[in-house]
């Protein structure tokens, strides 16, 4: 007897639910700048003149700049941030803000070390990242 005909192939995506799922995929600056609000305003600033708070540094310009730059420009303890030798570019950003202790490991007595502890969901990280790199100096 013949071999049976193959399966038919499966029915193609609707369109609505490609051009949704392709939306919610995109890093979006504007729902990152909430984030930042929400996440990192009570310690950071993000504003194109000015040093930051009493507790962080101004992170207008964080994207492309060396680890501890920002910190040290910002007159405080930098050497934990900047031994760590890491660019901060879209993808170690995105690792940072899901575990900041494994691309800079805390160190007993450094009085730098932030309380951020990482962001569970990666659209959310997606997101912030989008608002940052939107901070970089013209």
């Given at each position: 007897?013949?071999?049976?005909?193959?399966?038919?192939?499966?029915?193609?995506?609707?369109?609505?639910?490609?051009?949704?799922?392709?939306?919610?995929?995109?890093?979006d600056p504007r729902r990152g700048q909430a984030?930042?609000?929400?996440?990192?305003?009570?310690?950071?600033?993000?504003?194109?003149?000015?040093?930051?708070?009493?507790?962080?540094?101004?992170?207008?310009?964080?994207?492309?700049?060396?680890?501890?730059?920002?910190?040290?420009?910002?007159?405080?303890?930098?050497?934990?941030?900047?031994?760590?030798?890491?660019?901060?570019?879209?993808?170690?950003?995105?690792?940072?803000?899901?575990?900041?202790?494994?691309?800079?490991?805390?160190?007993?007595?450094?009085?730098?070390?932030?309380?951020?502890?990482?962001?569970?969901?990666?659209?959310?990280?997606?997101?912030?990242?989008?608002?940052?790199?939107?901070?970089?100096?013209?």
């Amino acid at each position: 007897p013949p071999p049976p005909p193959p399966p038919p192939p499966p029915p193609p995506p609707l369109a609505s639910t490609t051009v949704a799922q392709a939306a919610s995929e995109a890093p979006d600056p504007r729902r990152g700048q909430a984030i930042f609000k929400k996440h990192c305003a009570q310690c950071h600033t993000a504003k194109p003149e000015g040093r930051g708070t009493v507790r962080g540094p101004n992170l207008f310009g964080v994207y492309g700049a060396q680890s501890g730059a920002v910190v040290k420009a910002w007159g405080g303890s930098h050497e934990r941030m900047e031994s760590a030798f890491v660019r901060w570019t879209e993808t170690s950003l995105l690792r940072w803000l899901e575990s900041p202790s494994e691309v800079v490991p805390f160190r007993t007595g450094d009085r730098s070390c932030m309380s951020f502890r990482g962001m569970d969901r990666h659209a959310d990280r997606l997101d912030l990242v989008a608002f940052l790199k939107s901070l970089a100096p013209a």
